[in-house]
Protein backbone atom coordinates (compact mmCIF):
# COMPACT_ATOMS: atom_id res chain seq x y z
CA UNK A 1 0.00 0.00 0.00
CA UNK A 2 1.51 3.31 -1.19
CA UNK A 3 1.43 5.92 1.36
CA UNK A 4 1.48 9.82 0.55
CA UNK A 5 2.68 12.74 2.32
CA UNK A 6 1.94 16.46 1.55
CA UNK A 7 3.50 19.33 2.59
CA UNK A 8 4.43 22.79 1.58
CA UNK A 9 1.31 24.59 2.09
CA UNK A 10 0.27 27.51 4.64
CA UNK A 11 -0.58 30.95 4.63
CA UNK A 12 0.46 33.35 1.27
CA UNK A 13 -0.49 37.07 0.56
CA UNK A 14 -2.44 37.14 -3.14
CA UNK A 15 0.14 37.26 -5.28
CA UNK A 16 2.76 35.21 -3.83
CA UNK A 17 3.94 31.74 -4.00
CA UNK A 18 4.28 28.29 -2.46
CA UNK A 19 5.70 24.75 -3.55
CA UNK A 20 3.91 21.96 -2.48
CA UNK A 21 5.92 18.59 -2.24
CA UNK A 22 4.80 15.06 -2.06
CA UNK A 23 6.73 11.92 -1.16
CA UNK A 24 4.92 8.24 -1.83
CA UNK A 25 6.45 5.37 -0.29
CA UNK A 26 6.87 2.44 -2.29
CA UNK A 27 8.47 1.16 -5.61
CA UNK A 28 6.19 1.54 -7.86
CA UNK A 29 6.16 5.40 -8.01
CA UNK A 30 7.56 5.69 -10.84
CA UNK A 31 4.86 4.00 -12.98
CA UNK A 32 1.88 5.90 -12.61
CA UNK A 33 0.83 9.06 -13.71
CA UNK A 34 0.68 11.42 -10.71
CA UNK A 35 -1.83 14.31 -9.90
CA UNK A 36 -2.43 17.11 -7.57
CA UNK A 37 -6.19 17.53 -6.67
CA UNK A 38 -7.67 20.05 -4.24
CA UNK A 39 -10.70 20.64 -2.14
CA UNK A 40 -11.97 23.86 -1.76
CA UNK A 41 -14.46 24.62 1.16
CA UNK A 42 -18.03 23.22 0.72
CA UNK A 43 -17.24 21.54 -2.99
CA UNK A 44 -15.80 18.15 -4.02
CA UNK A 45 -11.93 17.51 -4.97
CA UNK A 46 -10.72 18.37 -8.18
CA UNK A 47 -7.87 17.67 -10.01
CA UNK A 48 -5.38 20.86 -10.97
CA UNK A 49 -2.59 19.34 -12.58
CA UNK A 50 -0.80 15.63 -13.61
CA UNK A 51 2.29 14.37 -14.57
CA UNK A 52 2.76 11.73 -16.60
CA UNK A 53 5.38 8.54 -16.10
CA UNK A 54 7.07 10.01 -19.07
CA UNK A 55 6.84 13.91 -17.63
CA UNK A 56 4.45 15.15 -20.06
CA UNK A 57 2.14 17.84 -18.00
CA UNK A 58 -1.40 18.47 -18.07
CA UNK A 59 -3.25 21.69 -16.09
CA UNK A 60 -6.48 22.81 -15.11
CA UNK A 61 -7.52 25.96 -16.91
CA UNK A 62 -7.90 27.50 -13.73
CA UNK A 63 -4.18 27.52 -12.22
CA UNK A 64 -2.52 26.96 -16.20
CA UNK A 65 0.44 29.47 -16.24
CA UNK A 66 0.71 29.85 -12.80
CA UNK A 67 1.08 26.29 -11.07
CA UNK A 68 3.97 24.08 -12.81
CA UNK A 69 3.99 20.51 -11.65
CA UNK A 70 7.47 17.80 -11.49
CA UNK A 71 8.40 14.71 -9.81
CA UNK A 72 11.40 13.01 -8.95
CA UNK A 73 11.18 9.18 -9.60
CA UNK A 74 14.42 8.79 -7.70
CA UNK A 75 13.25 10.29 -4.57
CA UNK A 76 9.39 9.41 -5.47
CA UNK A 77 8.22 12.86 -4.97
CA UNK A 78 6.31 14.74 -7.06
CA UNK A 79 6.04 19.02 -6.38
CA UNK A 80 3.55 21.68 -7.28
CA UNK A 81 4.75 25.15 -7.72
CA UNK A 82 2.05 27.60 -7.10
CA UNK A 83 2.87 31.69 -8.17
CA UNK A 84 0.32 34.48 -8.60
CA UNK A 85 -1.45 32.90 -5.89
CA UNK A 86 -4.85 33.95 -6.04
CA UNK A 87 -7.51 34.38 -2.69
CA UNK A 88 -9.94 30.99 -4.84
CA UNK A 89 -6.45 28.80 -4.93
CA UNK A 90 -7.26 28.48 -0.93
CA UNK A 91 -8.15 24.81 -0.55
CA UNK A 92 -6.42 21.69 0.45
CA UNK A 93 -4.26 19.98 -1.41
CA UNK A 94 -3.68 16.50 -2.54
CA UNK A 95 -1.62 14.17 -4.67
CA UNK A 96 -2.34 10.74 -5.50
CA UNK A 97 -1.76 8.42 -8.75
CA UNK A 98 -3.90 9.18 -11.71
CA UNK A 99 -5.89 6.06 -12.71
CA UNK A 100 -9.21 3.96 -12.23
CA UNK A 101 -8.74 4.29 -8.74
CA UNK A 102 -6.93 6.19 -6.34
CA UNK A 103 -4.53 4.87 -3.34
CA UNK A 104 -5.65 6.00 0.13
CA UNK A 105 -5.61 10.09 0.60
CA UNK A 106 -3.01 11.82 2.54
CA UNK A 107 -3.73 14.19 5.42
CA UNK A 108 -3.17 16.91 3.02
CA UNK A 109 -1.53 20.68 2.78
CA UNK A 110 -3.86 23.74 3.36
CA UNK A 111 -2.95 26.13 1.14
CA UNK A 112 -4.50 29.94 1.98
CA UNK A 113 -4.17 32.90 0.34
CA UNK A 114 -5.28 35.89 2.12
CA UNK A 115 -4.37 39.49 2.74
Known amino acids: QVQLVESGGGLVQPGGSLRLSCAASGSIFSAYAMGWYRQLPGKQRERVSLIGSDGRTTYADSVKGRFTISRDNAKNTVHLQMNSLKPEDTAVYYC?????????WGQGTQVTVSS
Open 96 to 104: NRVALTFWS
